[in-house]
């Protein structure tokens, strides 16, 4: 059974970094497409980024390009997430999530999710 597993959130000021950590298990780390979301109080699961299976290309939401990198390293079956100048509106509960099939920025694509990790960014 694959297995999600996030890492990496915490309390933080504004203008400050965080790097989330996503470790799979129980599967095939170079057949799945990696994806996070985020979820704040009342709203909706939304898209972050996601980094292909194929040839590794990676896409983002457009309101957090060139703020947030996403990464994997095969070796470690982990992909990160490397969070630049956080502001308030980035906190949220972040997602892992994967998927065997093509990524997209729509939750339904993703067939296995981790548990979450809170970001939490203070003014």
């Known amino acids: 059974q694959v297995k999600l597993v996030e890492s990496g959130g915490g309390l933080v000021q504004a203008g400050e970094s965080l790097r989330l950590s996503c470790a799979i298990s129980?599967?095939?780390?170079?057949?799945?497409?990696m994806a996070w979301f985020r979820q704040a109080p009342g709203q909706e699961r939304s898209f972050v980024a996601f980094?292909?299976?194929?040839?590794?290309?990676?896409y983002y939401a457009d309101s957090l390009k060139g703020r947030f990198t996403i990464s994997k390293d095969n070796t470690e079956n982990t992909v990160y997430l490397q969070m630049n100048n956080l502001k308030p509106e980035d906190t949220a509960m972040y997602y892992c999530?994967?998927?065997?099939?093509?990524?997209?920025?729509?939750?339904?694509?993703?067939?296995?999710w981790g548990q979450g990790t809170q970001v939490t960014v203070s003014s």
């Open positions: 999530a994967a998927t065997t099939h093509v990524g997209g920025s729509t939750p339904t694509r993703y067939t296995v």
């Open positions: 129980g599967g095939d780390f170079r057949t799945y497409t």
């Open positions: 980094i292909s299976k194929i040839a590794g290309g990676m």
